[in-house]
C-alpha cells in the first residue's frame, strides 16, 4: 500500500531564504507526483507535476525534483515570501505506466515566511 | 486546465441531516474524484465518479453513507447522508487535465461543511 509523508511537518523561515520540503514515498512505481498549495480553509492549487520518467520541474521560484528510485521528491522554494505561507501538499497518482487518477497524498508540510 | 466549481463553499447542519455537495467542470472529463479533509489532516479520496456507472468507493466509505451522482461529463454531486459531527470536514472534487504536456489534478475550492 502506497504511504506518503512529508518532512518537516511545519517550518517557520525569515522573508528571503531558499528552503525545501521533502517528500518520500514507499512504493516507487508511480505515474507522476504532483505539488500543491492549500491556504486555510480553501482548495488546492497545482504547483507542479512531475512524470515518473522526469527527473524535475520549474515554475518561478519553484523547482521540483524528483528520485523515483529512492521514493524521494522535493521542493525548492527560493526567496521566500510572506505570501509563500501555506500548507504544501505533496500526491503521488497511479501504479507504473497506468494512470489512475486517484492521488495519495502526505500529511502537508505548512510553511510560514516571516517578514 | 480546467475550472472546477463547488457549491456550496460552506454550510452548518444539523446532525441527521444530509447535504448535497455540487461539482460544475468547465469541459468534459472522464473521471471525477471527490476528496475529504478532516480537521488537521490530508486528503483521502473517498470514491471515483464515472459518467455512465455506479460510483467506485474506496476502503472505509459506503454509497449509503455518500451517494454520488454523475448524470454528465461536466456535473458530479455528493452527499453526505445522515451526517454527525465526525463528518465536518472539507470535500473537495476534483478532475484530471491536460496542461503543459501532462495529465494534471484540478481541484475546486472546497465545502466546509459543519455538522452541529
Known amino acids: 500500500k502506497q504511504e506518503v509523508t512529508q518532512i518537516p511537518a511545519a517550518l517557520s523561515v525569515p522573508e528571503g531564504e531558499n528552503l525545501v520540503l521533502n517528500c518520500s514515498f514507499t512504493?516507487?512505481?508511480?505515474?507522476?507526483l504532483q505539488w500543491f498549495r492549500q491556504d486555510p480553509g480553501k482548495g488546492l492549487t497545482s504547483l507542479l507535476l512531475i512524470q515518473s520518467s522526469q527527473r524535475e520541474q520549474t515554475s518561478g521560484r519553484l523547482n521540483a525534483s524528483l528520485d523515483k528510485s529512492s521514493g524521494r521528491s522535493t521542493l525548492y522554494i527560493a526567496a521566500s515570501q510572506p505570501g509563500d505561507s501555506a500548507t504544501y501538499l505533496c500526491?503521488?497518482?497511479?501504479?507504473?505506466?497506468?494512470?489512475?487518477?486517484?492521488?495519495?497524498f502526505g500529511q502537508g508540510t505548512t510553511l510560514q515566511v516571516k517578514p | 486546465s480546467a475550472v472546477i466549481s463547488q457549491k456550496p463553499s460552506r454550510d452548518i447542519c444539523q446532525r441527521g441531516t444530509s447535504l448535497t455537495i455540487q461539482c460544475q467542470v468547465d469541459?468534459?472529463?472522464?473521471?471525477m474524484f471527490w476528496y475529504r479533509q478532516q480537521p488537521g489532516q490530508s486528503l483521502t479520496l473517498i470514491a471515483t465518479?464515472?459518467?455512465?456507472?455506479?460510483?467506485?468507493?474506496e476502503s472505509g466509505f459506503v454509497i449509503d453513507k455518500f451517494p454520488i451522482s454523475r448524470p454528465n461529463l461536466t456535473f458530479s454531486t455528493l452527499t453526505v447522508s445522515n451526517m454527525s459531527p465526525e463528518d465536518s470536514s472539507i470535500y473537495l472534487c476534483?478532475?484530471?487535465?491536460?496542461?503543459?504536456?501532462?495529465?494534471?489534478?484540478?481541484f475546486g475550492q472546497g465545502t466546509r461543511l459543519t455538522v452541529v
Open positions: 476534483s478532475v484530471g487535465g491536460y496542461r503543459r504536456g501532462n495529465t494534471e489534478a484540478f
Open positions: 469541459s468534459q472529463v472522464t473521471m
Open positions: 500526491a503521488v497518482s497511479g501504479s507504473g505506466s497506468s494512470n489512475t487518477g486517484k492521488l495519495i
Open positions: 465518479a464515472n459518467q455512465g456507472s455506479e460510483a467506485t468507493y
Open positions: 512504493d516507487s512505481a508511480i505515474y507522476n
